[in-house]
């Protein structure tokens, strides 16, 4: 088809787009440096320039159908060339922190997106980041309906561990490991796809987080000669401090979770992971150490 067609497609597209919804379009371009690319590398330069400022022209600049626009790229191109005749034209880089929250998706999107990509295969494991703080409360808010049902047990293991009940501790990890976990979640093995000691770690975070009133916890923050796993902070410094220690068993070097906790428990003291809560005025007998232990769907807390 003719050029000057294409070029006043997305302006007829926009008027008619009006009409219908009686509302102006917002017109969103994805990846607009692709072909300016492309025709750079394959010699038609002069050529794609004069269609694409065509096709800006009357997408944009002249089209009274369109309330605004958005377009996105990896590679930045001068004003002077296709963007020249462009009115109110704003350049926001990935540097910029203009719109650093406004960008991340809704509970609905990121839960479509799990589906389409088989994310809730037990089989797969994926690693995601959160974009924004909107959707750490999302995550915060299934996470804690996750233990809904577990309420009763949730408070006694909480219990548990203020008043270093580790008999109860253990019953309560065993009890949710053996009804709830699937060998898929916790392996068999210290290292590889399935990395139970992140998944353990994981899980006790979400047992924990609703002591973030009376606790300021962190996770894997350097301390002393390394790095632990969990600290739990009191904000009155009066109370009992806790530090964390995750080790999945290791069958060539450790007989047994008994050996593993003991392994737990002596990097901490070797690495001296206490100097960070010490340096905030915490005296040392203030710190409890636990180590714990795993294998498969087997805790050992100690």
């Not at 006043?8 to 009006?18: G, P, R, Y």
């Not at 050529?47 to 009357?58: K, V």
């Not at 650093?100 to 990509?117: L, P, R």
């Not at 002393?224 to 060539?252: M, T």
């Amino acid at each position: 088809m003719p050029d000057h067609i294409v070029s006043d497609a997305l302006n007829i597209l926009s008027e008619f787009l009006s009409w219908y919804y009686d509302k102006k379009a917002i017109i969103l371009l994805d990846e607009y440096d692709t072909p300016m690319q492309e025709a750079y590398v394959y010699g038609y330069w002069e050529e794609m320039s004069a269609f694409i400022r065509s096709l800006f022209n009357s997408t944009f600049k002249t089209n009274p159908y369109m309330e605004r626009a958005i377009m996105t790229g990896i590679t930045r191109i001068g004003k002077e060339s296709i963007f020249s005749d462009l009115n109110h034209l704003e350049a926001v880089t990935s540097t910029s922190r203009k719109y650093q929250d406004s960008f991340g998706f809704t509970e609905e999107e990121v839960f479509a997106s799990m589906d389409e990509f088989g994310l809730t295969e037990r089989e797969k494991v994926h690693e995601l980041s959160l974009t924004n703080k909107e959707v750490r409360l999302m995550f915060k808010r299934m996470i804690r309906g996750w233990f809904a049902e577990y309420t009763p047990d949730y408070n006694a293991f909480v219990k548990a561990l203020l008043l270093g009940d580790k008999k109860a501790m253990n019953a309560y990890m065993n009890r949710i490991a053996l009804a709830t976990f699937s060998c898929f979640d916790t392996g068999n093995r210290p290292f590889g796809k399935a990395q139970p000691e992140r998944f353990y770690h994981g899980f006790v975070l979400g047992l924990i987080v609703d002591l973030a009133d009376r606790y300021r916890i962190t996770s894997n923050r350097e301390s002393g000669f390394g790095r632990y796993d969990v600290a739990l902070e009191p904000k009155d410094k009066s109370s009992d401090a806790f530090l964390f220690e995750f080790k999945v068993r290791d069958p060539q070097e450790e007989g047994s979770l008994e050996d593993t906790v003991a392994a737990a428990l002596s990097k901490m003291e070797e690495k001296k992971y206490a100097y960070a809560l010490i340096e905030q005025g915490i005296p040392a007998e203030k710190i409890r150490s636990y180590g714990f232990a795993f294998e498969g769907k087997r805790v050992l807390i100690g």
